[in-house]
């Protein structure tokens, strides 16, 4: 019997989450919301205002844009954030009538704001690790509390060896399999430096599966200054051309340089950042090793597959129905996975939409 899983949906955090969740001896360092004089609440840290609040309809673009917009404009909010969520966006039980409505047997599910805040925190290493820790304790609890259906992922970091190691062991310990990492360099260290093996022997230790996913990751890409003079920080206009080169540099990375070939059990997770590129990667991948001799006379490589071997092997990306997936799979195989992205307004709402968007698929590949 095939079991319809969800790669990648999303709970949204209650207002006081992380304080309560974070360990006592750091709650000054917890995130709280806060209502501005035109009752908005915001994500805000010791009394700055990182996020404005809303409250997504899946697949409706209506209750995302215009409303930040409304925001901007100094216009007064629509809707009460702790008063106006509807439970099944954050509580256990009612997500889990939510996928019994819906035909989804499983679902991984990411933060919400979460994805959003880190790079406004970025200069704030420790806040980040003390509201990280907040999530993955509620994360536990929720992965508990949801009948075997429902797989929160980590919320991890991988500057801080220590604490990751921490809070690797504590989430395996209550039954979480997937953390999400930044995808950037680390400590200004590419992931596949030495100083950072111990990082993946952890993740394979505890059983761990590395994803990267969309998000206003706290090292972008590129430097700074291409992401200038746009209204939005954490989602710059250059930001939609460029979502997914991040991943892509990643994954070149932990392929060619060994990370994959070291740690042959690390299996990895790519969410929301579309699907275009990636039979690109593949045939980039594959004519490195060529090049490299031809062009430098040596190769500085050490893998006992090639390259598009390891993301086969270690690789699943998730894909929208708008990418049209089957021509992308009939390109690269079955290594797309579906995904509700639910409740946020770019999701749909139902498996049965998602397939009707998506179009024709082989037979090969359609479960």
């Not at 925190?121 to 820790?133: I, K, T, W």
């Not at 596949?192 to 990267?212: A, Y």
């Not at 050490?302 to 092997?313: A, C, G, K, Q, V």
Request: net charge negative.
């Amino acid at each position: 019997m095939v079991r319809i899983v969800d790669a990648d949906s999303h709970l949204f955090e209650l207002p006081g989450m992380w304080r309560e969740y974070a360990d006592p001896a750091d709650r000054e360092l917890a995130f709280t919301m806060d209502r501005d004089a035109n009752g908005w609440d915001w994500v805000s840290f010791q009394g700055r205002h990182i996020l404005e609040t809303w409250i997504p309809t899946c697949g409706d673009f209506r209750t995302l844009g215009p409303v930040l917009e409304r925001c901007r404009q100094g216009l007064p909010c629509e809707f009460d954030y702790a008063e106006d969520l509807p439970a099944h966006y954050w509580e256990p039980r009612a997500r889990l009538g939510s996928l019994d409505e819906t035909g989804v047997d499983e679902s991984i599910l990411f933060p919400h704001w979460g994805l959003n805040w880190s790079l406004a925190m970025r200069d704030e290493p420790r806040a980040r690790l003390v509201n990280e820790a907040a999530w993955n304790r509620w994360a536990i609890e929720v992965r508990a509390e949801g009948a075997g259906r429902l797989h929160p992922v980590g919320h991890l970091e991988l500057f801080d060896l220590d604490w990751l190691e921490r809070q690797l062991a504590a989430l395996a310990a209550g039954g979480i399999t997937a953390g999400w990492i930044p995808a950037g360099l680390v400590n200004g260290l590419p992931p596949s430096h030495p100083d950072l093996d111990r990082v993946w022997s952890l993740f394979e230790h505890h059983g761990i599966n590395p994803v990267f996913h969309v998000g206003a990751n706290p090292v972008r890409p590129f430097a700074d200054g291409w992401y200038m003079n746009h209204h939005s920080d954490y989602l710059p206009l250059l930001s939609f051309p460029l979502l997914g080169l991040d991943v892509f540099v990643m994954l070149c990375d932990l392929v060619l340089n060994g990370v994959m070939e070291r740690h042959p059990t690390l299996r990895f997770g790519v969410m929301e950042v579309m699907t275009d590129w990636f039979p690109m990667l593949l045939r980039r991948l594959d004519s490195t090793p060529f090049s490299e001799v031809h062009i430098t006379g040596r190769s500085s490589m050490n893998l006992s597959l090639t390259p598009s071997e390891y993301i086969r092997r270690s690789v699943r990306i998730s894909s929208f129905s708008s990418e049209k997936p089957g021509s992308t799979i009939e390109q690269v195989g079955p290594l797309l996975m579906w995904s509700a992205d639910y409740p946020h307004s770019e999701g749909e709402p139902t498996l049965d939409l998602y397939r009707r968007n998506a179009g024709p698929r082989s037979e090969e590949h359609t479960s």
